[in-house]
């Protein structure tokens, strides 16, 4: 079974610049997550889609950040203009379905740098 | 509010010792399950175990165990004797309602040879 897939694996952009980041999902799952990984720290969750609908995008920057998952299957997450701190790993994962027994499967993430 | 804390940053052992990583969680949810995670180097996000949250049997998988107390909310996780690839940084997640699924903020494990 083929893993959920991230692209680019690298970024460089800077600062005022625009950059989007593509994922796919599993296939046949429901649940697609967004996390922010910086340098140090745990994944701190942007969004999550249930399907093609926003279950959770309490922590996502909407003045600059935007994601959408059209069909229920890809994601891309976007983001404009990009600042300093937002250099991290960009991190998708997903689920079979919403239950809560489900553990979530990573992708490898996209490093971004904002210089 | 969801929130897990791991008080470890980092923790250095020999080849074949125990390795101990505490996890402390809080949440007013009485259903949810709790997971840990291992990242290696490559910087995928590997699922190890899950609890839930009505079953506090400490379970063995291998070099892996849990202790889960519900009573001071940790979710404790052991490497029995470890090895150079256990080496990672290792984190505990919880998922109550929402299906959310909240990170402490890791732990690193560098295991010696």
């Known amino acids: 079974e083929a893993g959920v897939a991230q692209s680019p694996r690298y970024k460089i952009i800077e600062k005022r610049q625009s950059v989007a980041f593509w994922c796919n999902p599993i296939?046949?799952?429901?649940?697609l997550y967004w996390y922010q990984q910086i340098l140090g720290q745990g994944p701190k969750l942007l969004i999550q889609f249930q399907n093609n609908g926003v279950v959770d995008d309490s922590q996502l920057p909407k003045d600059r950040f935007s994601a959408e998952r059209l069909k229920g299957v890809d994601s891309t997450l976007k983001i404009q203009p990009a600042k300093l701190e937002d250099s991290a790993v960009y991190l998708c994962a997903s689920s079979p379905n919403r239950g809560m027994n489900t553990e979530a499967f990573f992708g490898q993430g996209t490093r971004l740098t904002v210089v | 509010a969801q929130k897990v804390t791991q008080a470890q940053t980092e923790i250095s052992v020999v080849e074949k010792e125990d390795v101990t990583l505490d996890c402390v969680y809080e949440t007013r949810d009485t259903t949810y399950y709790l997971f840990w995670y291992k990242q290696p180097p490559s910087g995928e996000l590997v699922f190890l175990i899950r609890?839930?949250?009505?079953?506090?049997q400490n379970e063995i998988s291998g070099r892996y165990s849990w202790n889960f107390q519900k009573s001071t909310s940790s979710f404790n996780f052991t490497i029995t004797a470890s090895q150079v690839v256990d080496s990672a940084v290792y984190f505990c997640?919880?998922?109550?309602?929402?299906?959310?699924?909240?990170f402490g903020g890791g732990t690193r494990v560098l295991v010696k040879p």
């Open positions: 296939s046949g799952h429901a649940t």
């Open positions: 997640a919880l998922k109550a309602a929402g299906n959310k699924l909240t």
């Open positions: 609890r839930n949250s009505f079953d506090e």
